[in-house]
């Protein structure tokens, strides 16, 4: 990517993200998210030798960590689409003060959930999974105390990945991804198949992992010198409340878009606990395979964040829907053939897992329908919104979203599951709905150009 000053513009403009720039952008990026889903898929497959119990425990809790994480994982979107406007400025001063704010907020909201969730762990996880069986129950709780201790670390983590992307610099975050990867998957043949501790080996694993991964982003971004921005000087907290509020003007509707999403889907969820824990099994297992369908399209999106960010900073707005464009053909062709990847392999895939065969049944069952609404929808419902959030739109992506999750994806889970008694499959089948609902918003948004009008610095 080059960044030219044109002679009596206003700002700099982007004279190109050639094919080159992209791929080193979006390659270490599709291979990061292959990495992240690998870890998730090797804690469940490492967790099934244990039994059913384990896994479905394991699934409850990863679905609450998800809704509990989200605020600063959304704030380091925000603080990703101020900083990458500040880099299409050509202003690395102001970028990495962005920067530090950025650090500072998700620290401080991380610690305040988890000095929230630990005393109130068993309620919380009795509250969205009331009727589950009791050795699940006990393997959820024991999973959840371990997590909630990575808050703090996956939230630095998070934030410094996010600064890296939005700078150009995917690669180092792959290369810790992949550290990260080994050693979450050595910790779990470790404390489960040698010192036999079980769901609490899983989640030591995830939480070793996750400190030395944040350890390592936050210790090069303040030591190392040569990037666009650094963190030099982070001990002494200077909070610059305009930057702040750049950030939180992406990052509050992009929390409170995900918070929506989670808490609906937590409520779908709760409907497979009606149908006993061969449906629960069935669609944490569905669920695990079908997170490697959502890798491209993820690191699709991330880049969208990052090329739409500094065009838009740049002032450069024919770019920015070129970009778009380019990326979101590209999504479509990737998410097209490993969703027929996963379709035409399914078999040996949930085989991987030791299901009961009416859970295996399910979770076939349930992959159909997703591999078929995914093709269709994904890629215009949960890519193409990074290109809005990037150019300061993350207002209309939070109202779109929630009104697609309210009005289809859980009222058509029940109505489909309850009243039309299709069981289960219900659920996925309402997924799909949401998917085309919401991408049909989004498209409508994006090619109409009420976004070109938004500012976020």
């Given at each position: 990517?080059?960044?030219?000053?044109?002679?009596?513009?206003?700002?700099?403009?982007?004279?190109?993200?050639?094919?080159?720039?992209?791929?080193?952008?979006?390659?270490?990026?599709?291979?990061?998210?292959?990495?992240?889903?690998?870890?998730?898929?090797?804690?469940?497959?490492?967790?099934?030798?244990?039994?059913?119990?384990?896994?479905?425990?394991?699934?409850?809790?990863?679905?609450?960590?998800?809704?509990?994480?989200?605020?600063?994982?959304?704030?380091?979107?925000?603080?990703?689409?101020?900083?990458?406007?500040?880099?299409?400025?050509?202003?690395?001063?102001?970028?990495?003060?962005?920067?530090?704010?950025?650090?500072?907020?998700?620290?401080?909201?991380?610690?305040?959930?988890?000095?929230?969730?630990?005393?109130?762990?068993?309620?919380?996880?009795?509250?969205?999974?009331?009727?589950?069986?009791?050795?699940?129950?006990?393997?959820?709780?024991?999973?959840?105390?371990?997590?909630?201790?990575?808050?703090?670390?996956?939230?630095?983590?998070?934030?410094?990945?996010?600064?890296?992307?939005?700078?150009?610099?995917?690669?180092?975050?792959?290369?810790?991804?992949?550290?990260?990867?080994?050693?979450?998957?050595?910790?779990?043949?470790?404390?489960?198949?040698?010192?036999?501790?079980?769901?609490?080996?899983?989640?030591?694993?995830?939480?070793?992992?996750?400190?030395?991964?944040?350890?390592?982003?936050?210790?090069?971004?303040?030591?190392?010198?040569?990037?666009?921005?650094?963190?030099?000087?982070?001990?002494?907290?200077?909070?610059?409340?305009?930057?702040?509020?750049?950030?939180?003007?992406?990052?509050i509707p992009s929390a409170?878009?995900?918070?929506?999403?989670?808490?609906?889907?937590?409520?779908?969820?709760?409907?497979?606990?009606?149908?006993?824990?061969?449906?629960?099994?069935?669609?944490?297992?569905?669920?695990?395979?079908?997170?490697?369908?959502?890798?491209?399209?993820?690191?699709?999106?991330?880049?969208?964040?990052?090329?739409?960010?500094?065009?838009?900073?740049?002032?450069?707005?024919?770019?920015?829907?070129?970009?778009?464009?380019?990326?979101?053909?590209?999504?479509?062709?990737?998410?097209?053939?490993?969703?027929?990847?996963i379709y035409i392999g399914?078999?040996?895939?949930?085989?991987?897992?030791?299901?009961?065969?009416?859970?295996?049944?399910?979770?076939?069952?349930?992959?159909?329908?997703?591999?078929?609404?995914?093709?269709?929808?994904?890629?215009?419902?949960?890519?193409?919104?990074?290109?809005?959030?990037?150019?300061?739109?993350?207002?209309?992506?939070?109202?779109?979203?929630?009104?697609?999750?309210?009005?289809?994806?859980?009222?058509?889970?029940?109505?489909?599951?309850?009243?039309?008694?299709?069981?289960?499959?219900?659920?996925?089948?309402?997924?799909?709905?949401?998917?085309?609902?919401?991408?049909?918003?989004?498209?409508?948004?994006?090619?109409?150009?009420?976004?070109?009008?938004?500012?976020?610095?």
């Open positions: 990517m080059k960044i030219v000053s044109k002679p009596g513009a206003p700002a700099p403009l982007i004279e190109r993200w050639d094919n080159k720039a992209l791929v080193r952008l979006i390659g270490p990026l599709i291979i990061e998210q292959v990495l992240t889903v690998t870890m998730g898929a090797a804690d469940t497959i490492m967790v099934s030798s244990i039994g059913e119990f384990a896994i479905s425990g394991v699934n409850i809790i990863d679905n609450i960590n998800n809704l509990l994480i989200i605020a600063f994982t959304a704030l380091s979107t925000g603080g990703a689409v101020v900083v990458s406007q500040y880099i299409g400025r050509q202003d690395e001063k102001n970028a990495s003060i962005a920067a530090r704010q950025l650090v500072y907020i998700t620290s401080a909201v991380s610690l305040l959930i988890m000095g929230i969730i630990l005393p109130f762990r068993g309620f919380i996880t009795w509250l969205f999974y009331g009727n589950v069986a009791p050795d699940v129950m006990d393997a959820a709780t024991v999973y959840f105390l371990i997590t909630a201790l990575s808050y703090p670390f996956l939230a630095v983590y998070n934030a410094c990945g996010a600064l890296f992307r939005a700078v150009g610099n995917s690669r180092i975050t792959m290369r810790v991804a992949l550290l990260v990867n080994v050693m979450n998957i050595g910790g779990n043949g470790l404390f489960i198949f040698v010192l036999h501790i079980g769901v609490a080996g899983a989640a030591l694993a995830t939480l070793i992992s996750r400190i030395v991964a944040a350890v390592i982003l936050l210790g090069l971004l303040v030591f190392k010198r040569g990037y666009p921005i650094n963190l030099a000087n982070l001990g002494a907290v200077k909070v610059v409340r305009s930057t702040v509020r750049s950030i939180l003007n992406v990052g409170l878009e995900s918070s929506m999403f989670q808490i609906g889907r937590l409520l779908t969820q709760r409907i497979f606990t009606d149908f006993g824990t061969a449906a629960f099994a069935g669609n944490a297992v569905a669920g695990v395979i079908n997170a490697f369908s959502f890798m491209p399209g993820m690191a699709y999106g991330m880049a969208l964040l990052t090329v739409v960010g500094q065009c838009v900073g740049a002032g450069d707005y024919q770019s920015a829907k070129k970009y778009t464009a380019r990326i979101m053909k590209v999504t479509y062709l990737t998410i097209f053939l490993v969703n027929l990847s399914m078999e040996p895939l949930v085989s991987l897992f030791r299901l009961s065969p009416e859970a295996h049944d399910m979770a076939k069952r349930f992959l159909q329908v997703h591999c078929i609404s995914m093709v269709i929808g994904w890629g215009m419902s949960f890519a193409l919104p990074n290109a809005l959030r990037a150019a300061g739109d993350a207002r209309f992506v939070m109202i779109a979203a929630t009104v697609s999750m309210w009005t289809v994806r859980v009222s058509a889970a029940y109505l489909l599951t309850y009243v039309l008694k299709i069981g289960p499959v219900g659920v996925w089948i309402a997924m799909g709905g949401d998917f085309l609902v919401r991408g049909a918003c989004y498209l409508r948004r994006w090619l109409g150009g009420r976004w070109q009008e938004k500012k976020v610095i």
